[in-house]
């Protein structure tokens, strides 16, 4: 009976185990949804949290500037007592000027670095030079500011004599080398995704390799390609340590890359540092630049997206 007994309970523990693991588990389950939900709607809430905030104040800038003068003003001078412009044109041209410098650095150099590391390197050679190459894009925007204004903008100057020394040419070189991992990492995913057979029956005709790369997975990879240069593009438009420190802060209408600019961005941060008392038209001003910045990240965004379905090839 005893036995029998000692049988029962240990039995019983078993039971009582399994039920308390039934039950973790089960509320595990319950638990692990219903907290990604909450970190869903937390992103959710955030970004329209930014939109009205971006909103309120763009619209209470509107009320004290026309929209038409903003849009179709060429001169940018907020600081100005006596008459004051607020035409945004030149912070757009600045803009501009630094993300197409930027994309004609870092589109071949990140294209060229894909091919690489998808057709021609070797597995022991891609573990090593990825890494390294995405060290790039760990290094503080800062960092990225000074060496533009103290190294490769006096570099430039023995070149181009007549470079000023605050110019729209150094920030965007150094921003197209800053974004060179995004559109290298990126192109060189979409291009190994590209099936393997597709690269041995184009090798099998006798193409060769560089042939291959160029005319095969470069074409059946173009959707992942194009996103990674307009995201890129994003990147860069928003960039702001590197233009405001290496650009200069001077409002140009203007697409001379010789020339001292200003961006959105840096703007942005010249009246963020205390150049305007709240509540005044140039506090509200940055608000609509912002708001004019977040339209275009977004647009591009959009663009990527839907290059990337638009063109995406299924395998």
């Keep these: 009976m005893e036995m029998k007994s000692e049988k029962k309970s240990v039995a019983a523990l078993i039971e009582e185990n399994k039920r308390k693991s039934k039950y973790k588990q089960g509320l595990v389950e319950k638990s692990v949804p219903l907290f990604l939900l909450v970190m869903a709607v937390i992103s959710v809430l955030t970004t ?21 003068d903003f849009f ?60 390294i190459l995405e060290v790039l894009a760990g290094i503080p925007t800062i960092v990225y500011g000074f060496f533009a204004l103290t190294f490769v903008t006096p570099v430039l100057q023995k070149i181009v004599p007549d470079l000023n020394f605050f110019n729209a040419l150094s920030p965007g070189i150094v921003v197209g080398i800053m974004i060179i991992p995004m559109i290298a990492s990126l192109s060189e995913d979409a291009m190994s995704a590209v099936p393997r057979s597709m690269r041995e029956g184009a090798l099998a005709l006798g193409s060769t390799k560089l042939e291959v790369s160029l005319k095969v997975v470069l074409p059946a990879a173009l959707s ?10 994003s990147r860069a438009i928003g960039e702001t340590m ?74």
């Design 48 to 68: 329209i949290g930014i939109v009205i905030t971006l909103l309120v104040e763009t619209i209470t800038f509107f009320e004290r500037v026309h929209l038409i």
């Design 72 to 131: 179709t003003g060429k001169e940018w001078f907020p600081f100005f007592e006596a008459d004051p412009q607020y035409g945004i044109a030149p912070l757009i041209s600045g803009t501009l000027l630094v993300a197409v410098i930027a994309m004609v650095v870092a589109v071949p150099i990140g294209l060229a670095t894909a091919i690489f590391l998808s057709e021609y390197a070797s597995d022991k050679t891609r573990r090593i030079l990825k890494p």
């Design 224 to 233: 992942g390609i194009v996103a990674a240069c307009v995201l890129g593009i």
């Design 242 to 315: 590197i233009v405001t420190i290496a650009g200069g802060s001077m409002p140009n209408l203007t697409f001379d890359p010789t020339e001292t600019i200003q961006t959105m961005t840096a703007y942005i941060v010249q009246v963020s540092l205390g150049d305007a008392s709240y509540g005044s038209t140039i506090y509200y001003s940055i608000y609509a630049v912002g708001m004019a910045l977040f339209i275009f990240t977004l647009v591009m965004n959009l663009i990527a997206q839907w290059i990337s379905k638009r063109f995406r090839e299924e395998y």
